[in-house]
């Protein structure tokens, strides 16, 4: 599919790109269609997934859709990728996103505690969103910051050593930000 | 001798050290503050922000802020280093806004130091201690920072020599320290095999787990007719315990950038991939910025150096899959591909990234190539052992008082580490095991603490070296428990490629639940055996080749707990649930009502300043109650 011009990719390529910019934001576009004539362009996937779930926080049907349309790569491969990775996600989540670490220093250190903790005040398990939209809830392999276990993070803040009852001051203080702004 | 290479290297060498002398001239005092993910994380950027409003407040211009990276001693971070001009270093831990208002009133503007807040003590020993340590001239400036903490004099810094030194995003100050010497040197020399002939004698095997000698590997990838050959930094770091590579990704990137480009030469690579994980933003960020400076400075790209040599490089992200860290897998990341290994030979050296040659190696390997070019392969190989050169660096974690990155030589005993460096099990509780490898490794029992670390030993008693994951269990641990703990981080990565793999770890993962629970026969111990050996001869890669090791290992060593397990229905550590319960012991207990607030299910009962009691019907074992009691009354039985 490479080293093709974009005119003779299909011969509605105007109309299919107009459909993708009406799901993706200029940067990407920008970026797969920068990288759509290089060499090896099809390794360039995973960099564009992480670009759309950094923008929309998930990768949703519509959005791999003109992925692959603006990659010429098929949908199939393109989905086939997206669910092989942990990392990406396929829904959408919440406001805050909360990760517990149950890397090996955490899960010693009392992590599954810390865990359960989150799941009775939430509400809800693992890959799962709160009903408000507030927080959604992930377990990760080890942040990096053994040091500190049991860790979690809280979008992109990282807390430890936590217990139990840290998990409902953190929350606390969330949801205390959240209504401070809504009102 | 005069050659384009030493004219450019010497002209940008002058140029940052006449910048620096002049800023030396200055005579500032500097506040230096650790800013890596797991200082942030400890509350660094606090402590930064502190120094920031103090020093605007005060109006003084002779007072500066160095950001450096994290030293690895963990569990006193954030530490901050004050530097008086003239007076030694001194280093505090555990600094949060309020310590940041002593250290400056006291120590910055009096002059008067606050020994009780010094890093382990440090200020008290300052006489005795200083100087001592400095193991080569490598980690000199290490030294001049640090040698009087003891957490750090009984290491040997190589790989980290300057993490928690310099500025990890400034390039001048990692030229300050020799920075690019190395890569002078070789691109001086005008010969690859010099360098792999270096690297050959320093003995230095990967350290990504694998331990193959790189030498060897680079040679292997230099013998091919194909020309276009590709370098690739393993930074997937997938052990769910290890954190060294990003320590040095994030502490000191120029030195695995440079190990790197040195790698690239010496196989004839004209590219080089960063293979990050996603997980380490920081850590991308700053490889990030030292590709670009590097770059506008002439050391990446067309003509480095001057030599006409061309040599670019490029990051590409993981997406949480620990698979990709093997090496087949990981070509197939990057070539946009779901990461299933692929069957071995042809190895990554014949048929690589796009079928072409390739080498992959791990972040410490790379970061201990200029130490190597700058001080001889021989001196590198005389810090190891017979079989192994140099040092390797060990997150150690777990049940251990001092948490952090240690370095120690190949081969010093396990005991000097865990006791000697780390202090020692948390609580003083008595020492159960020592797992080394990750998932992929062993358990190490406490009777055999004096092993030495290194590739055979830890092997030969069912362990693995691994990537320098050190998990410290104490006799609160079960192994049975944390057994399975790897093997469903194993079940859950594995690939689905071959069934050994997919069906043995799910298979495993069932009878070692069964086994928790209660509700195992002695047979299914036979049968865990023979399924293990199955998977580990017959799966397609490493991953599922070495999924059974912590559960054959423990098995080895501490067959007793699981026949315990099965025919007692006891678990000694008390950890796992369904062999235990609560109870308050009624003359312990004060009343106090602790227990009561923090139930979840609200099955305590019990009168203010009387005697509490446990409704076991809805009791849910969740341990919260034994947790939140001060007064030692609930017992697990
Ligand atoms: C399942 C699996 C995961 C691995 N994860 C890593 C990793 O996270 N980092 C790493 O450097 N090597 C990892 N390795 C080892 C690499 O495949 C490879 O041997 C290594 O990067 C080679 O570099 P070295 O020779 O410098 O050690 C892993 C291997 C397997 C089988
Ligand atoms: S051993 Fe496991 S991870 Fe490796 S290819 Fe087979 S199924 Fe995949
Ligand atoms: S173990 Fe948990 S559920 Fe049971 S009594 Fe204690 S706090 Fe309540
Ligand atoms: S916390 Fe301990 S002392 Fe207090 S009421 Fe509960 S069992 Fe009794
Ligand atoms: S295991 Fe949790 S941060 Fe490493
Ligand atoms: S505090 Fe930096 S590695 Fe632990």
């Not at chain 2, 040659?357 to 810090?383: D, K, L």
């Not at chain 2, 000697?420 to 948390?426: D, K, L, N, P, S």
């Not at chain 2, 000694?572 to 923090?598: S, Y």
Request: hydrophobic share 40%.
């Amino acid at each position: 599919m490479n080293h093709q011009t974009a005119t003779t990719i299909t011969d509605n390529w105007e109309a299919v790109r107009a459909a993708c910019l009406e799901v993706l934001p200029a940067h990407i576009i920008a970026f797969i269609e920068n990288n759509r004539d290089m060499e090896h362009s099809e390794g360039q996937l995973i960099a564009a997934l992480h670009m759309v779930q950094a923008h929309f926080g998930y990768l949703a049907q519509d959005t791999m859709h003109a992925v692959a349309q603006l990659a010429q790569i098929p949908l199939a491969k393109v989905t086939g990728v997206a669910t092989f990775y942990h990392y990406f996600r396929l829904q959408p989540r919440g406001k805050h996103m909360i990760s517990v670490c149950l890397g090996t220093a955490c899960y010693v250190k009392g992590a599954d505690k810390v865990a359960q903790r989150l799941m009775d005040e939430l509400g809800i398990h693992f890959g799962e969103t709160t009903r408000d939209g507030l927080f959604s809830l992930d377990s990760t392999r080890c942040l990096g910051t053994c040091g500190l276990a049991p860790v979690a993070m809280v979008d992109n803040q990282v807390y430890g050593p936590l217990t139990p009852t840290d998990v409902s001051v953190i929350l606390a203080k969330y949801v205390k930000k959240e209504k401070g702004t809504a009102e | 001798m005069s050659s384009p290479v030493t004219d450019f290297f010497d002209s940008l060498r002058d140029r940052v050290h006449s910048a620096m002398a002049e800023h030396r001239k200055a005579g500032k005092i500097t506040v230096q503050i650790g800013s890596a993910t797991c200082e942030h994380a400890a509350g660094s950027l606090d402590v930064l922000d502190e120094f920031t409003k103090h020093i605007q407040s005060s109006g003084s211009d002779a007072i500066e802020i160095h950001k450096t990276g994290c030293t690895g001693r963990c569990s006193k971070e954030p530490i901050v280093g004050i530097f008086v001009p003239g007076q030694a270093p001194v280093k505090y831990e555990r600094v949060n806004r309020e310590l940041v208002h002593e250290i400056f009133t006291k120590h910055i503007q009096k002059g008067c130091p606050l020994p009780e807040h010094a890093l382990d003590g440090s200020l008290d020993r300052q006489n005795l201690g200083a100087g001592q340590g400095a193991k080569s001239s490598v980690s000199q400036k290490f030294t001049e920072m640090y040698g009087d903490v003891s957490f750090f004099t009984a290491q040997n810094r190589i790989a980290m020599r300057n993490s928690g030194v310099l500025d990890p995003e400034s390039l001048e100050e990692y030229i300050a320290l020799d920075g690019f010497k190395a890569l002078a040197t070789v691109l001086g020399k005008n010969d690859p095999q010099w360098v792999i002939n270096e690297v050959l004698k320093a003995r230095l095997r990967g350290r990504g787990g694998g331990g193959f000698l790189t030498g060897k590997k680079w040679e292997l990838a230099t013998q091919n007719e194909e020309k276009t050959r590709y370098i690739i930094c393993n930074g997937d770091e997938g052990d769910p315990g290890a954190f060294m590579d990003r320590g040095m990704l994030e502490s000191d990137p120029f030195s695995v950038l440079e190990g790197m480009i040195i790698g690239g030469y010496a196989i004839g690579a004209g590219k080089g991939f960063w293979y990050i994980r996603a997980e380490y933003p920081l850590a991308i960020k700053r490889i990030q910025n030292a590709i670009d400076l590097c770059t506008k400075a002439g050391l990446l790209g067309k003509n480095i150096m001057g030599s006409g040599w061309d040599f670019e490089m490029e990051i590409r992200l993981g997406a949480g899959a620990f698979v990709c860290g093997e090496e087949t897998a990981l070509i197939r990341s990057i070539e946009g591909e779901r990461g299933q290994p692929k069957v071995r030979p042809p190895f990554p050296t014949t048929r690589g990234l796009w079928g072409k040659p390739t080498c992959i190696n791990n972040v410490e390997t790379f970061a201990n190539i200029t130490a190597i070019v700058n001080h001889g392969g021989e001196w590198f190989a005389s810090v190891g052992t017979e079989e192994s050169g140099g040092t390797k660096v060990f997150a150690l974690a777990g049940k251990v008082k001092h948490t952090g990155l240690v370095e120690v030589p190949l081969g010093t005993p396990l005991k000097d580490v865990v006791f000697g460096i780390g202090g020692g099990v948390q609580d003083d509780k008595a020492l159960k095991a020592i797992q080394t490898g990750g998932p992929a490794g062993g358990f190490i029992p406490a009777a055999m603490d004096n092993l030495a670390v290194d590739f055979g030993p830890l092997s030969k008693v069912g362990s693995i070296m691994g990537s320098g994951g050190m998990i410290v269990l104490s006799e609160e641990d079960c192994i049975v428990d944390i057994s399975k703990f790897y093997l469903s981080f194993t079940q859950e990565e594995s690939c689905g490629k071959c069934t050994p793999c997919r069906e043995g770890t799910t298979r495993m993962l069932e009878i070692l639940e069964r086994i928790t629970s209660g509700a195992a026969v002695l047979e299914d111990l036979d049968k865990l055996e023979r399924l293990g050996k199955l998977c580990q001869q017959t799966a397609l890669c490493g991953l599922g080749r070495a999924a059974p090791n912590p559960v054959l290992s423990s098995l080895k060593h501490f067959r007793d707990e699981y026949v315990e397990h099965i025919q007692d229905k006891t678990c000694r550590a008390k950890k796992c649930v369904a062999m235990i319960h609560f109870e308050i012991n009624a003359e312990a207990c004060i009343g106090c009502t602790a227990c009561v607030r923090n139930c979840p299910v609200n099955c305590i009962a019990g009168q203010r300043k009387e005697a509490h009691v446990i409704d076991q019907s809805r009791c849910v074992k969740c341990g919260q109650c034994f947790d939140f009691c001060r007064f030692n009354a609930v017992e697990r039985k």
